[in-house]
Protein backbone atom coordinates (compact mmCIF):
# COMPACT_ATOMS: atom_id res chain seq x y z
CA UNK A 1 0.00 0.00 0.00
CA UNK A 2 1.40 3.56 -1.08
CA UNK A 3 1.89 5.65 2.27
CA UNK A 4 -0.21 9.08 1.64
CA UNK A 5 3.03 10.69 3.55
CA UNK A 6 5.73 11.20 1.44
CA UNK A 7 8.14 13.80 3.09
CA UNK A 8 8.18 13.20 7.41
CA UNK A 9 10.51 14.94 9.74
CA UNK A 10 10.38 14.20 13.44
CA UNK A 11 12.15 16.33 15.82
CA UNK A 12 14.37 17.53 13.06
CA UNK A 13 16.87 19.86 14.23
CA UNK A 14 20.12 21.58 12.99
CA UNK A 15 22.30 23.91 14.99
CA UNK A 16 25.86 25.60 14.02
CA UNK A 17 27.68 26.34 17.32
CA UNK A 18 25.03 28.58 19.37
CA UNK A 19 22.92 29.03 16.42
CA UNK A 20 19.78 26.88 15.99
CA UNK A 21 18.75 26.97 12.76
CA UNK A 22 16.31 24.55 12.60
CA UNK A 23 14.26 23.66 16.47
CA UNK A 24 12.89 20.32 16.66
CA UNK A 25 10.64 20.57 13.03
CA UNK A 26 8.23 18.20 13.39
CA UNK A 27 6.00 17.92 10.07
CA UNK A 28 4.18 15.29 7.45
CA UNK A 29 3.74 16.47 3.77
CA UNK A 30 1.26 14.23 2.10
CA UNK A 31 1.28 12.67 -1.54
CA UNK A 32 0.35 15.05 -4.02
CA UNK A 33 0.08 17.72 -2.25
CA UNK A 34 1.42 21.52 -2.76
CA UNK A 35 2.75 22.69 0.25
CA UNK A 36 4.23 26.06 1.40
CA UNK A 37 6.76 26.44 3.55
CA UNK A 38 6.89 29.88 4.50
CA UNK A 39 8.37 32.50 6.50
CA UNK A 40 11.13 35.44 6.90
CA UNK A 41 14.54 35.21 5.33
CA UNK A 42 16.57 33.64 7.56
CA UNK A 43 13.26 31.36 9.75
CA UNK A 44 15.58 28.13 8.46
CA UNK A 45 13.42 26.89 5.74
CA UNK A 46 16.76 26.48 3.17
CA UNK A 47 18.56 24.61 5.55
CA UNK A 48 15.44 22.64 5.85
CA UNK A 49 15.65 21.94 2.16
CA UNK A 50 19.51 21.11 2.48
CA UNK A 51 18.68 18.58 5.04
CA UNK A 52 15.69 17.10 3.08
CA UNK A 53 18.18 16.84 0.04
CA UNK A 54 20.99 15.45 2.05
CA UNK A 55 22.93 18.13 1.50
CA UNK A 56 23.28 19.23 5.50
CA UNK A 57 23.46 16.75 8.10
CA UNK A 58 20.88 17.41 10.92
CA UNK A 59 22.22 17.60 14.08
CA UNK A 60 19.01 15.61 15.43
CA UNK A 61 15.57 13.69 15.03
CA UNK A 62 14.80 11.81 11.84
CA UNK A 63 13.72 12.65 8.08
CA UNK A 64 12.31 10.27 5.84
CA UNK A 65 11.67 11.50 2.15
CA UNK A 66 10.11 8.93 -0.19
CA UNK A 67 10.91 6.25 3.12
CA UNK A 68 14.43 6.72 2.51
CA UNK A 69 16.73 8.42 4.86
CA UNK A 70 18.66 11.06 2.87
CA UNK A 71 21.35 11.49 5.82
CA UNK A 72 22.28 8.01 4.73
CA UNK A 73 21.27 7.72 1.31
CA UNK A 74 21.52 11.06 -0.76
CA UNK A 75 21.63 9.76 -3.93
CA UNK A 76 18.78 7.71 -4.14
CA UNK A 77 17.03 10.82 -3.00
CA UNK A 78 18.67 12.78 -5.42
CA UNK A 79 16.94 10.21 -8.13
CA UNK A 80 13.19 10.90 -6.65
CA UNK A 81 13.66 14.91 -6.15
CA UNK A 82 13.66 17.67 -8.23
CA UNK A 83 15.29 20.78 -6.55
CA UNK A 84 14.83 23.68 -7.75
CA UNK A 85 17.47 26.55 -5.90
CA UNK A 86 16.93 30.13 -5.23
CA UNK A 87 19.59 30.97 -8.17
CA UNK A 88 19.41 28.79 -10.88
CA UNK A 89 22.53 27.63 -12.33
CA UNK A 90 22.72 26.87 -16.12
CA UNK A 91 26.12 26.63 -18.87
CA UNK A 92 25.05 30.28 -20.03
CA UNK A 93 26.85 29.37 -23.52
CA UNK A 94 24.67 26.73 -24.25
CA UNK A 95 20.78 27.00 -24.79
CA UNK A 96 17.83 26.10 -23.14
CA UNK A 97 17.80 22.46 -25.03
CA UNK A 98 21.06 22.05 -24.57
CA UNK A 99 21.31 22.14 -21.02
CA UNK A 100 18.11 19.71 -20.62
CA UNK A 101 20.15 17.13 -22.68
CA UNK A 102 22.78 17.65 -20.29
CA UNK A 103 21.00 17.25 -17.12
CA UNK A 104 19.03 14.22 -19.01
CA UNK A 105 22.56 12.63 -19.65
CA UNK A 106 23.94 13.04 -15.96
CA UNK A 107 20.66 10.87 -15.31
CA UNK A 108 21.90 8.53 -17.84
CA UNK A 109 18.65 9.08 -19.57
CA UNK A 110 18.82 8.05 -23.19
CA UNK A 111 18.90 10.57 -26.24
CA UNK A 112 15.82 9.27 -27.82
CA UNK A 113 13.82 9.68 -24.76
CA UNK A 114 15.97 12.87 -23.38
CA UNK A 115 15.14 14.72 -26.99
CA UNK A 116 11.17 13.63 -26.50
CA UNK A 117 10.94 14.95 -23.09
CA UNK A 118 12.92 17.98 -23.35
CA UNK A 119 10.62 19.06 -26.56
CA UNK A 120 7.23 18.30 -24.21
CA UNK A 121 8.85 20.18 -21.41
CA UNK A 122 10.17 23.13 -23.45
CA UNK A 123 6.44 23.18 -24.85
CA UNK A 124 4.96 23.21 -21.49
CA UNK A 125 7.15 25.53 -19.49
CA UNK A 126 6.45 28.14 -22.57
CA UNK A 127 9.97 28.10 -24.19
CA UNK A 128 9.47 26.51 -26.96
CA UNK A 129 10.42 29.94 -29.17
CA UNK A 130 13.24 30.48 -27.39
CA UNK A 131 14.60 26.54 -27.48
CA UNK A 132 17.82 27.18 -29.30
CA UNK A 133 18.88 30.73 -27.68
CA UNK A 134 21.62 30.59 -25.31
CA UNK A 135 20.61 30.74 -21.53
CA UNK A 136 22.67 33.94 -21.34
CA UNK A 137 20.02 35.79 -23.32
CA UNK A 138 16.82 34.66 -20.77
CA UNK A 139 15.66 36.56 -18.86
CA UNK A 140 15.29 35.56 -14.66
CA UNK A 141 11.63 34.37 -15.37
CA UNK A 142 12.80 32.51 -18.12
CA UNK A 143 15.58 30.52 -16.53
CA UNK A 144 12.96 29.97 -13.71
CA UNK A 145 10.74 28.07 -15.93
CA UNK A 146 13.64 26.79 -18.04
CA UNK A 147 14.89 25.52 -14.01
CA UNK A 148 11.56 23.79 -13.64
CA UNK A 149 11.94 22.09 -17.14
CA UNK A 150 15.24 20.98 -16.07
CA UNK A 151 14.09 18.95 -12.82
CA UNK A 152 11.47 17.71 -14.60
CA UNK A 153 13.16 15.87 -16.93
CA UNK A 154 13.96 12.85 -14.80
CA UNK A 155 10.10 12.66 -13.68
CA UNK A 156 10.86 13.04 -9.64
CA UNK A 157 8.17 12.15 -7.50
CA UNK A 158 8.61 15.10 -5.65
CA UNK A 159 9.47 18.81 -7.23
CA UNK A 160 11.31 21.25 -4.24
CA UNK A 161 11.42 24.79 -5.10
CA UNK A 162 13.00 27.40 -2.88
CA UNK A 163 11.99 30.92 -3.44
CA UNK A 164 11.08 30.81 -6.85
CA UNK A 165 9.38 34.23 -7.56
CA UNK A 166 12.56 35.82 -6.46
CA UNK A 167 13.12 38.75 -8.94
CA UNK A 168 10.87 37.83 -11.09
CA UNK A 169 7.92 40.60 -12.26
CA UNK A 170 4.16 40.59 -11.63
CA UNK A 171 3.27 38.58 -15.06
CA UNK A 172 6.11 36.32 -14.75
CA UNK A 173 5.47 35.23 -11.19
CA UNK A 174 1.65 34.79 -12.30
CA UNK A 175 2.68 32.46 -14.98
CA UNK A 176 5.00 30.54 -13.14
CA UNK A 177 2.37 29.80 -10.05
CA UNK A 178 0.11 28.47 -12.65
CA UNK A 179 2.69 26.13 -14.03
CA UNK A 180 3.45 24.98 -10.92
CA UNK A 181 -0.39 24.26 -10.27
CA UNK A 182 -1.13 22.55 -13.67
CA UNK A 183 1.97 20.33 -12.93
CA UNK A 184 0.45 19.40 -9.12
CA UNK A 185 -3.01 18.58 -11.01
CA UNK A 186 -1.83 17.36 -14.16
CA UNK A 187 0.89 14.75 -12.84
CA UNK A 188 0.05 14.29 -9.26
CA UNK A 189 3.62 15.39 -8.00
CA UNK A 190 4.29 16.78 -4.83
CA UNK A 191 5.19 20.16 -4.25
CA UNK A 192 7.23 21.52 -1.60
CA UNK A 193 7.84 25.49 -2.05
CA UNK A 194 9.10 27.79 0.18
CA UNK A 195 8.96 31.92 0.26
CA UNK A 196 8.65 34.39 2.35
CA UNK A 197 6.05 35.98 -0.08
CA UNK A 198 2.86 35.31 1.55
CA UNK A 199 0.09 36.74 -0.71
CA UNK A 200 2.01 34.92 -3.86
CA UNK A 201 2.26 31.80 -2.68
CA UNK A 202 -1.05 31.06 -1.01
CA UNK A 203 -2.91 31.33 -4.37
CA UNK A 204 -1.61 27.78 -5.12
CA UNK A 205 -1.06 25.72 -1.59
CA UNK A 206 -2.81 23.33 -0.15
CA UNK A 207 -1.54 23.55 3.15
CA UNK A 208 1.23 25.71 4.98
CA UNK A 209 3.43 26.02 7.71
CA UNK A 210 4.70 29.29 9.17
CA UNK A 211 8.14 28.86 9.72
CA UNK A 212 9.69 31.28 12.20
CA UNK A 213 13.42 31.59 13.82
CA UNK A 214 13.95 27.72 12.89
CA UNK A 215 9.84 26.92 14.69
CA UNK A 216 7.02 25.71 12.84
CA UNK A 217 4.63 27.92 14.33
CA UNK A 218 1.54 27.13 12.84
CA UNK A 219 0.50 24.29 9.96
CA UNK A 220 -2.69 23.75 7.97
CA UNK A 221 -5.27 25.27 5.41
CA UNK A 222 -5.21 28.72 5.05
CA UNK A 223 -8.78 28.87 5.70
CA UNK A 224 -8.47 26.32 8.34
CA UNK A 225 -6.03 28.46 10.27
CA UNK A 226 -8.24 31.20 9.68
CA UNK A 227 -10.99 29.78 10.97
CA UNK A 228 -9.39 29.13 14.05
CA UNK A 229 -7.52 32.41 14.96
CA UNK A 230 -10.75 34.99 14.00
CA UNK A 231 -13.44 32.71 15.66
CA UNK A 232 -14.04 35.94 17.85
CA UNK A 233 -13.98 38.38 14.87
CA UNK A 234 -14.56 35.72 11.83
CA UNK A 235 -15.51 38.96 8.73
CA UNK A 236 -13.07 41.32 7.82
CA UNK A 237 -13.71 44.51 5.93
CA UNK A 238 -11.75 46.44 4.14
CA UNK A 239 -12.53 49.81 3.64
CA UNK A 240 -11.21 53.16 1.95
CA UNK A 241 -12.44 56.48 2.64
CA UNK A 242 -11.64 60.23 3.42
CA UNK A 243 -10.96 61.90 5.41
CA UNK A 244 -10.38 59.48 7.91
CA UNK A 245 -10.58 61.62 11.85
CA UNK A 246 -10.41 60.48 15.16
CA UNK A 247 -14.37 60.87 15.87
CA UNK A 248 -15.06 58.50 12.73
CA UNK A 249 -12.59 56.25 13.91
CA UNK A 250 -13.96 56.23 17.63
CA UNK A 251 -17.81 55.75 15.63
CA UNK A 252 -17.15 52.65 14.17
CA UNK A 253 -14.85 51.29 17.33
CA UNK A 254 -18.20 51.79 19.08
CA UNK A 255 -20.80 49.52 17.24
CA UNK A 256 -21.09 46.43 19.20
CA UNK A 257 -19.90 43.66 16.81
CA UNK A 258 -16.57 45.73 15.60
CA UNK A 259 -13.60 44.11 18.00
CA UNK A 260 -10.68 45.89 16.22
CA UNK A 261 -9.57 48.77 13.95
CA UNK A 262 -6.37 48.86 12.00
CA UNK A 263 -5.32 52.17 10.20
CA UNK A 264 -3.53 52.45 7.42
CA UNK A 265 -3.75 56.03 6.31
CA UNK A 266 -6.96 56.18 4.02
CA UNK A 267 -7.39 52.29 4.61
CA UNK A 268 -9.16 50.73 7.51
CA UNK A 269 -9.43 46.89 8.31
CA UNK A 270 -12.29 46.73 10.58
CA UNK A 271 -12.35 43.56 12.13
CA UNK A 272 -16.38 42.30 13.57
CA UNK A 273 -17.96 39.46 14.86
CA UNK A 274 -20.55 39.97 12.49
CA UNK A 275 -21.57 41.52 8.81
CA UNK A 276 -21.85 45.11 9.68
CA UNK A 277 -21.04 46.55 5.71
CA UNK A 278 -24.16 48.21 5.86
CA UNK A 279 -23.97 49.99 9.31
CA UNK A 280 -20.24 50.91 8.65
CA UNK A 281 -21.25 52.56 5.13
CA UNK A 282 -23.56 54.60 7.12
CA UNK A 283 -21.34 56.06 9.78
CA UNK A 284 -18.78 56.95 7.25
CA UNK A 285 -21.27 59.17 5.18
CA UNK A 286 -23.01 60.34 8.39
CA UNK A 287 -19.48 61.86 9.49
CA UNK A 288 -19.12 63.41 5.74
CA UNK A 289 -16.41 61.58 4.75
CA UNK A 290 -16.35 60.24 1.10
CA UNK A 291 -16.78 56.23 0.92
CA UNK A 292 -14.62 55.10 -1.93
CA UNK A 293 -14.18 51.19 -1.35
CA UNK A 294 -15.73 48.69 0.92
CA UNK A 295 -15.08 44.99 0.43
CA UNK A 296 -15.55 41.90 2.53
CA UNK A 297 -12.12 40.35 2.69
CA UNK A 298 -11.20 36.80 2.69
CA UNK A 299 -8.31 36.62 5.97
CA UNK A 300 -5.14 35.72 3.75
CA UNK A 301 -1.94 34.45 5.26
CA UNK A 302 0.06 38.21 6.19
CA UNK A 303 -3.40 38.66 7.90
CA UNK A 304 -3.06 34.92 9.57
CA UNK A 305 1.32 35.71 10.28
CA UNK A 306 0.18 39.30 12.01
CA UNK A 307 -2.04 37.31 14.44
CA UNK A 308 0.66 35.14 15.02
CA UNK A 309 2.84 38.13 16.26
CA UNK A 310 0.77 39.55 18.05
CA UNK A 311 0.35 36.70 20.10
CA UNK A 312 3.52 36.73 21.21
CA UNK A 313 4.23 33.26 19.39
Known amino acids: MISD ?15 TAVDYLTLSVHRGEIFGLLGPNGAGKTTTILMLLGLAEPTAGKIEVCGIDPTFQPLIVKE ?4 LPDEVGFYENLSGWENLLYTAALNRITISVAEERARHLLGQVGLTQKAHEKVQTYSRGMKQRLGLADILIKEPEIIILDEPTNGIDPEGVRELLTLIK ?6 GMTVLLSSHNLHQVQQICDRVGLFVEGKLIAIGPIK ?27 AI ?17 IFSRQHVSA ?4 IIVS ?27
Open 5 to 19: TIIELNGLTKKYEQL
Open 80 to 83: KVGY
Open 182 to 187: QLNREK
Open 224 to 250: ELASDLFKNDPVLLEVEAEPVDEQLLT
Open 253 to 269: KTNQYVTKVEQKQNCLL
Open 279 to 282: EIAG
Open 287 to 313: HGARLSHLNQHDYGLDEIYHRYFEGGM
